[in-house]
Structures are given as structure tokens and as C-alpha cells.
């Protein structure tokens, strides 16, 4: 499925409602290496341009796809709208005849929806582990995991760990000296594990009470000693002096 000069190609489905983010990444991490050929495939009369946060549009068409080696499909909003029957059944034909796959975040409902998760091991963006488990049973939702590799699929959380998944993807295909020279490029660690947790709950540490300076009892001895008629200061100053020394 290579392209004729033996770049791997790399279709990112431009799926209606998309984030730009979860486009823009897989673009920028598989362009950044000459062994990728990366286009964006979609139906530009399904009105796959209405993304969040930015205009992006298909440069190639849905059967375009079929030469490719890895299919990216970025999340989108409302997952439980579903997308068109074109893009269910190219990430079908594209399952089947032993593509990549590649979901980030919510991409996973898509690609659930083809049935191609049916019996497999799946995770998404923590806010819907819950929902894709009641809309799709027979997937096996993993809580709180940056990205699930079974098999040909990956499926990943959002935003930072769609990084995290293509840079694997990188590792996987050219070794980790490359994915770490992209990495390096793109100004990210090094790629995480896929068993590293989504998020971690951190506990704001109870406030200690504030150190007794003593401050306190030298207000209350000035008050009591400090001459009201601006007179002679001498003992104060000794005090003071007796303060900071003790």
C-alpha cells in the first residue's frame, strides 16, 4: 500500500465536527519525517470544513485511502451524532484489508461505530470512557490510560496523547532513535508509555499553621512601652536589639 516512492502513507480522516487539534499533530509529526506521505482525506460536500477552532478542509477524497498504510482519525464533537455512512464504511474497507488505525480521542466512536472494536481493547479521552462503553458493549474500555495498542488499532486520549500515539507510531516504524530526533523537533519529551494514566488526581496539602515568629508579644511590649511623647527611645531599641538576637 506504499506510494510509488515508497513512502508510507499516512490518510488523516477529516471527519465532520473534527478538532483541528487532532489533525494538525498527526500532520505535523508524520511530515516532519521524508519516509511519510500525509494526506487529509474526507467529502468536502459533508461539511467536514465546520471544525472546532480552525478551517480545515480534505486535500484528497475518501477513496484516496485506500492506498493508505495508516489511518489517523481525529476526535470530534458530539461523538454521539454519527458521522456519515461513507466515512464508516472507508474505515471499514480500510480495517479489512489490514491498515493501521490510528483514534484519538473521540475518533475511537467512529471507528467503533464501523464495528472494527468489537471484542478489542480500547481507551479515549477520560470525559467519555463512560458513554463510549454504554454506546458500544462489546469494546473494552480501558479507564484512564494514555493510548491502547491491540493488534493493527490504537486507539489514544485526547489532545497531548494524540502526540504520544503518533509518535509511537513513528517508533514503531523507523525505531526510537527517529521518534525521539521528531519528538525532539517538535519540542516534546520523548514518547510516553502507553500504560501511563491519562491524569492524576493530585491532593492540594492541608496549609500548616503559620510559624509562631513572636511577633506578636514584641507588638504588645511596644505598645506598652513605646513613649507616647516621642522621649527618649533608648529602650526600645535595646529590646529590639535583644529580640532579634534571642
Not at 485506500?66 to 454519527?82: F, Q, R, T
Not at 503559620?210 to 511577633?215: F, L, V
Request: net charge negative.
Amino acid at each position: 500500500m506504499h506510494s510509488g516512492d515508497e513512502k508510507t502513507v499516512v490518510a488523516i480522516l477529516a471527519v465532520p465536527r473534527l478538532y483541528a487539534l487532532d489533525v494538525s499533530i498527526p500532520a505535523y509529526v508524520f511530515g516532519r519525517h521524508p519516509g511519510y506521505r500525509v494526506l487529509v482525506c474526507g467529502d468536502s460536500g459533508d461539511g467536514s470544513s465546520q471544525v472546532m477552532a480552525a478551517d480545515i478542509r480534505p486535500t484528497h477524497s475518501l477513496s484516496d485511502m485506500e492506498c493508505a498504510d495508516i489511518v489517523v482519525i481525529p476526535g470530534y464533537e458530539n461523538p454521539d451524532e454519527p458521522i456519515p455512512a461513507s466515512y464508516v464504511e472507508a474505515l471499514r474497507g480500510a480495517v479489512e484489508r489490514g491498515a493501521r488505525i490510528v483514534a484519538v480521542c473521540t475518533g475511537v466512536f467512529a471507528l467503533a461505530a464501523s464495528g472494527a472494536l468489537d471484542g478489542r481493547t480500547a481507551t479515549t479521552h477520560w470525559q467519555f470512557t463512560d458513554r463510549l462503553r454504554e454506546m458500544y458493549p462489546g469494546v473494552d474500555v480501558v479507564e484512564n490510560q494514555l493510548f491502547i495498542e491491540d493488534g493493527a488499532i490504537l486507539t489514544s486520549a485526547g489532545a497531548s496523547a494524540g502526540l504520544d500515539v503518533c509518535l509511537h507510531a513513528v517508533r514503531t516504524d523507523f525505531g526510537i532513535a527517529v521518534a525521539d530526533g521528531v519528538a525532539k523537533e517538535v519540542v516534546s519529551s520523548p514518547v510516553r508509555g502507553a500504560n501511563e494514566p491519562q491524569y492524576v488526581d493530585a491532593r492540594t496539602p492541608a496549609r500548616r499553621p503559620a510559624r509562631d515568629s513572636g511577633m506578636g508579644d514584641q507588638k504588645s511590649w511596644l505598645a506598652d512601652h513605646c513613649p507616647a511623647d516621642g522621649g527618649p527611645q533608648s529602650a526600645v531599641t535595646a529590646h529590639l536589639h535583644s529580640a532579634v538576637r534571642a
